[in-house]
């Protein structure tokens, strides 16, 4: 099945805004929810992002996220090194009936 | 505590079948839906399916069709996923996950620990 698109890499020093972008088609994002998750190294991931915006309880309102047509993005703000990681999106699509996951970024913090 | 335990790794030869256990606590797995999710070694995640307990649904990734089976066991309020005809190209982790919470259907909110499945000759 298809794979949403994300860069595969993304960094920053402590402090700095990070962003990365999630490309789709209408199938998935253009039409449902995006979910964003983190996965740190050798963990299962962890669900940071539901409904395209919104932020689970817990989750440091560090993290936003937005949805544009087709695309998503997720961004840090004030990077902490514990954000070391790699950030995963998905949605359903309606298309494929599956559920995509994107090809993951890894943040790396400086 | 709400969370999912999954059953210990796993070593197979090609062609021989897996049957990997999740099981709830905290929680009743009837309430929810269960996902499974694979990562190989190095890579991404994949979705392999889901399975809506109270209503019996799977849905399986094409990829995966005829190879797979997800069940669930309300008894022991544990969710079952067992692959066939494996390959090496099945070596990977594989995750239990919840849906249907709180967050919407669509977002996998409790995680299992995640199981290694070796395949090799």
């Known amino acids: 099945q298809s794979a949403l698109i994300q860069p595969p890499s993304a960094s920053g020093t402590p402090g700095q805004r990070v962003t990365m972008s999630c490309s789709g088609t209408?199938?998935?994002?253009?039409?449902?929810?995006v979910i964003w998750y983190q996965q740190l190294p050798g963990t299962a991931p962890k669900l940071l992002i539901y409904?395209?915006?919104q932020r689970p309880s817990g989750v440091p309102d560090r993290f936003s996220a937005s949805k544009s047509g087709a695309s998503a993005s997720l961004a840090i703000s004030g990077l902490q090194s514990e954000d070391e990681a790699d950030y995963y999106c998905?949605?359903?699509?309606?298309?494929?009936?599956?559920?995509?996951f994107g090809t993951g970024t890894k943040v790396t913090v400086l | 505590q709400v969370y999912l335990v999954q059953s210990g790794a796993e070593v197979k030869k090609p062609g021989a079948s897996v049957k990997v256990s999740c099981k709830a606590s905290?929680?009743?797995?009837?309430?929810?839906?269960i996902s499974w999710v694979r990562q190989a070694p190095g890579q991404g995640l994949e979705w392999m399916g889901r399975i809506t307990p109270n209503i019996g649904y799977t849905n399986y990734a094409r990829t995966l069709q005829g190879r797979v089976t997800m069940t669930t066991d309300t008894s022991t309020n544990t969710a079952y996923m067992e692959l066939r005809s494996l390959t090496s190209d099945d070596t990977a982790i594989y995750y239990c996950a919840r849906r249907g919470s709180i967050y919407g259907d669509d977002a996998f909110d409790i995680w299992g620990q995640g199981t290694m499945v070796s395949v090799s000759s």
């Open positions: 209408t199938s998935n994002i253009g039409r449902n929810p």
């Open positions: 409904s395209s915006l």
């Open positions: 905290g929680f009743i797995l009837m309430n929810y839906g």
């Open positions: 998905a949605a359903w699509d309606d298309s494929l009936n599956a559920y995509v």
